[in-house]
């Protein structure tokens, strides 16, 4: 009979070498344990609740006969009452996805939520619903689907029932805005925010150290939260402050073992309740949703060690039903997914492509260019795949400059050494005086459509992925009389350091605001596909130039439809692209990569992300548009 017993901290096993055999000691072992000097005990310092488990269990299977100290046994008895109660929680949770759970705390919260401002879908009110019910829930709906406001509603129940009083999310720095907004519009009150991200360290530390009791909403970033991990972690423990932890775009910590997912880790234990928003729940692979799972229920997580690595098995194995099975049983009841079929959205408008034919020293340009590229020979690098690969994805990137803004072409590419105008004098000073000698057709009617679209008093966003060419637009149309104002990477973020600055926060409330005077938009899908609502009050967007990236393409054409707006307007959709280049490749490309997501959305257990066809991107492209006419060029 072994005594097991715990004493400092510490998990102490006696006379293994009497009761165990070589086999069973060896397993202890690969559990961590730590050998006695004399080799007649096993101690687990610090042992965690998982592993105490683990040994208890193992334990009882080997049928081993110990017995356990007064304090080992009340140990066990909390944990296997925590456990309990987690399987109850999950249980009512799937029963509630299921139709079947009707309860009091059910009814008393739909009641809550029917008093707030913000009316609320029924698919929101579910949502929210399971929230209530887990604490620690993950929403893996479509975007536009208004996960922000379910979690805010239940955010709000919890603070009246004094569970928590700060609201701290974690997130890029384009949802800050979206969250300030819609928290006035859910509950009806401005919130008191501090804004992380953005100011200095000793600021930061100060507001750690100094926390003003009426602030309730915290944001910050991934990386900000890495550098402040320890002063974040003192912040959590401070007494008064129960946090109400949200990862917003989770997909962000899916790398397990990654810094940024560390750090999401490393607080999670300390929040009173929990929730993780994305709706690209496994971006590459089945493995993804581990540390989401790992950071909402920690040492409860649905997933021990052994069931990730056969994930990984069965996925190099290519059994996706038996890991979707293992999923379903293992996750299912921990989140809740809004498809987009369930939002009762009206269909968005896509209008045929607008066919353009380039004006004389745009189209001169870039048939030198598709020209240049054609006849250079690829012979001379193949001892150097990375550099092939280089000077690929910088050819296309200079014909989507071309079909773009001309003028870019004059500035050098980062890790791009070709010159395609090198040598080619009269193209070069074309290039450089591009501005004096004619304006780009797509600009003359993209300026006719805007016009058209302020006359008949329609806001309209335009899509623009070269810096560039949005300050070429921007100065373009207001000569022409039209205020317009654009937001890309380096336009500022909101802070408490920012107050009188032009921020992206400033530039999207007066956008929104219907007689503001600002009506037209020019965003980069870089900085802007994700996190930005404009849904209310705009419903026309012009794409003037297109990349490859299916991903930010997907979200762009989400920022206007939208719960809360398009259920009643249709959104409306408008291409420029010039004949026979670059765009209409581009263009396909998108449409066929759209049609394959389309397919995957409707179901949990895909492994999909919105950009997980980019490896069709600059490369497959230039294979499509140059391979095969360079070897009907050698043939002839």
Request: contains cysteine; charged residues 30%.
């Amino acid at each position: 009979m072994i005594y097991i017993s715990f004493k400092e901290n510490a998990l102490i096993i006696p006379d293994v070498k009497q009761n165990l055999s070589a086999e069973q000691i060896s397993q202890l072992v690969w559990f961590g344990l730590k050998r006695h000097p004399d080799n007649s005990s096993i101690l687990f310092n610090q042992v965690s609740e998982e592993i105490f488990l683990k040994i208890i269990d193992y334990l009882e299977t080997e049928k081993v006969k110990f017995a356990l100290s007064n304090d080992v046994k009340n140990i066990l008895e909390r944990i296997r009452l925590s456990e309990d109660h987690f399987r109850d929680r999950s249980k009512m949770a799937q029963e509630f996805k299921d139709g079947k759970l009707r309860s009091e705390e059910i009814k008393q919260f739909c009641q809550f939520v029917s008093k707030l401002p913000r009316k609320f879908k029924v698919h929101q009110i579910k949502a929210a619903c399971h929230l209530y019910l887990l604490k620690d829930s993950a929403n893996f709906s479509v975007p536009g689907s208004g996960k922000t406001s379910v979690v805010l509603a239940v955010y709000e129940k919890l603070r009246v029932e004094k569970k928590v009083n700060v609201l701290f999310v974690v997130g890029p720095p384009s949802c800050f805005g979206p969250w300030r907004k819609e928290f006035e519009a859910t509950l009806g009150r401005k919130p008191k925010v501090k804004i992380l991200s953005g100011i200095g360290q000793k600021h930061r530390m100060n507001i750690y150290w100094d926390y003003p009791e009426n602030a309730e909403l915290c944001l910050t970033t991934f990386q900000t939260l890495l550098n402040d991990s320890l002063a974040v972690k003192q912040f959590f423990k401070r007494k008064n402050i129960d946090i109400f932890l949200v990862i917003d775009e989770a997909h962000y910590i899916k790398q397990v073992g990654g810094n940024w997912a560390k750090a999401v880790l490393d607080i999670s234990s300390l929040a009173k309740c929990k929730c993780v928003l994305t709706g690209t729940p496994m971006p590459r692979s089945y493995t993804d949703v581990f540390n989401m799972f790992d950071f909402l229920y920690g040492k409860y997580s649905p997933f021990s060690l052994q069931e990730k690595i056969k994930v990984q098995w069965l996925e190099k194995k290519k059994d996706d039903e038996k890991i979707r099975n293992m999923l379903d049983q293992k996750i299912g009841p921990l989140f809740y997914r809004v498809r987009k079929r369930d939002l009762g959205l009206l269909p968005q408008i896509f209008h045929p492509e607008r066919l353009i034919k380039m004006n004389k020293y745009e189209e001169l340009i870039y048939k030198a260019i598709e020209n240049k590229i054609l006849n250079y020979s690829k012979d001379a690098f193949l001892n150097n795949i990375e550099t092939i690969m280089q000077l690929r994805k910088g050819r296309i990137i200079r014909l989507r400059q071309c079909v773009s803004y001309a003028g870019l072409l004059a500035k050098p590419i980062e890790d791009y050494p070709e010159n395609l105008i090198k040598g080619e004098i009269n193209l070069r000073k074309i290039i450089l005086n591009y501005d004096k000698l004619e304006k780009p057709a797509k600009l003359e009617l993209l300026l006719e459509m805007v016009k058209k679209f302020n006359s008949d008093k329609e806001k309209v966003i335009v899509w623009v992925n070269f810096i560039g060419t949005l300050e070429l637009l921007r100065k373009a149309l207001l000569k022409s009389g039209i205020i317009c104002e654009k937001i890309y990477g380096a336009t500022p973020v909101e802070n408490e350091k920012l107050e009188n600055a032009i921020t992206r926060e400033k530039i999207i409330d007066k956008f929104k605001k219907q007689n503001s005077g600002l009506d037209v938009l020019l965003l980069n899908p870089a900085a802007c596909a994700e996190s930005i609502s404009l849904h209310q009050t705009c419903f026309r967007a012009i794409y003037y130039d297109l990349s490859y990236n299916c991903a930010q393409y997907l979200q762009s054409l989400d920022r206007i439809h939208r719960v809360g707006g398009s259920e009643h307007k249709t959104a409306h959709y408008y291409f420029l692209q010039y004949k026979n280049t670059i765009d209409e490749d581009i263009k396909s490309n998108l449409d066929k990569k759209v049609i394959r997501m389309n397919k995957i959305f409707e179901k949990d257990y895909c492994i999909y992300s919105l950009d997980m066809f980019e490896e069709d991107g600059d490369l497959a492209a230039y294979e499509r548009l140059f391979g095969q006419r360079k070897q009907t060029i050698r043939k002839n």
